[in-house]
């Protein structure tokens, strides 16, 4: 049913420890700080913030690569560390900014797609090849890629490869960390577009993440924007984007407009007292 709840965070804090070594010493970061969302069926929320937000612990907090020191997270209703990895595996899959890190370069992109129906023993090894020459054939990679390198690929097709693989077992629920980020501008909107078609072909719920306010503007129906830890504004898009509450948001949509990068804007990496004005400011969760 449309509207149900897939992905739900409760109240999760991540926390990266600190250490004291023999050269350097690094102070523990609250990398998420109380984050509490719903990513809804057929949603897509886009994640934004800087750099350094918190955006990337968060994903991996959802996929379950981290598990949070407190809060909770379901999916489709059931708790997390009630479920099997399988289960999950049927829930949720993603795709990062370096293709790289999904494809093994020494296996040929028809193995690494079809390898998630091997690890769950689905089928036998001619229809698992037969189904990942079908799963390229959606993501735009004719049959001749099933025998191809990753190192034979444009950062395009590579990322258009591990697309596939995150579809091959028909998730409910994609999360993509920064997806296009490491792609040329001429082919970010072109993988950007592919995914709201696979979205609407694959009735996927998605999280997409970013620092690019155009990017989420162009992908989301939903908006959280992330600073330090936190989501400090969290609103349908069209309404964030018309609208935008919190002086973060506003800034982050600022800095994208501006034609000179930092004209009358406050650089939060050096400017301390912006900083802790925003981190002091009331968030504006409206969902
Ligand atoms: P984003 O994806 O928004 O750039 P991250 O989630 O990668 O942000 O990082 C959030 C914060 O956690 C940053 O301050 C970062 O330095 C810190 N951090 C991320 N990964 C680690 C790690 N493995 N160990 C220690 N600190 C980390
Ligand atoms: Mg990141």
Do not use: W
Not at 27 to 50: H, I, N
Not at 242 to 263: E, N
Request: aromatic fraction near 6%; hydrophobic fraction near 40%; proline fraction near 5%.
């Amino acid at each position: 049913m449309s509207g149900d709840p897939v992905l739900e965070l409760r109240n999760v804090s991540y926390e990266f420890p600190g250490r004291r070594g023999l050269f350097a010493t690094r102070q523990s970061v609250r990398a998420v700080d109380q984050v509490s969302l719903v990513v809804k069926k057929g949603d897509v929320l886009g994640l934004v913030g800087e750099s350094g937000s918190g955006k990337s612990t968060l994903a991996k907090i959802m996929l379950g690569l981290l598990k949070p020191d407190i809060g909770d997270v379901s999916l489709s209703g059931l708790r997390r560390g009630e479920m099997t990895r399988k289960q999950v595996s049927k829930q949720v899959s993603f795709i990062f900014q370096d293709p790289y890190s999904s494809l093994n370069p020494r296996h040929t992109v028809g193995y690494t797609v079809s390898y998630p129906l091997y690890l769950r023993g689905e089928g036998s090894s001619r229809e698992r090849k037969e189904r990942a020459r079908e799963i390229l054939e959606v993501v735009g990679l004719p049959s001749r890629f099933l025998d191809a390198y990753p190192n034979q690929m444009s950062g395009g097709q590579r990322q258009r490869a591990a697309i596939a693989r995150a579809l091959i077992s028909n998730p409910k629920l994609l999360i993509c960390d920064e997806p296009t980020s490491a792609l040329d501008v001429s082919v970010q909107s072109q993988v950007l577009n592919l995914l709201l078609k696979l979205r609407e072909d694959f009735d996927l719920t998605m999280v997409i993440i970013s620092h690019n306010m155009s990017v989420i503007q162009h992908m989301s129906t939903n908006v959280a924007v992330m600073y330090l830890g936190k989501i400090v504004e969290l609103n349908l898009s069209e309404d964030l984007f018309a609208r935008p509450r919190h002086p973060y948001t506003q800034l982050l949509l600022k800095s994208t407009l501006s034609v000179a990068p930092g004209a009358g804007i406050p650089d939060l990496r050096t400017d301390t007292a912006a900083r802790e004005a925003m981190r002091e400011h009331p968030s504006y969760l409206c969902m």
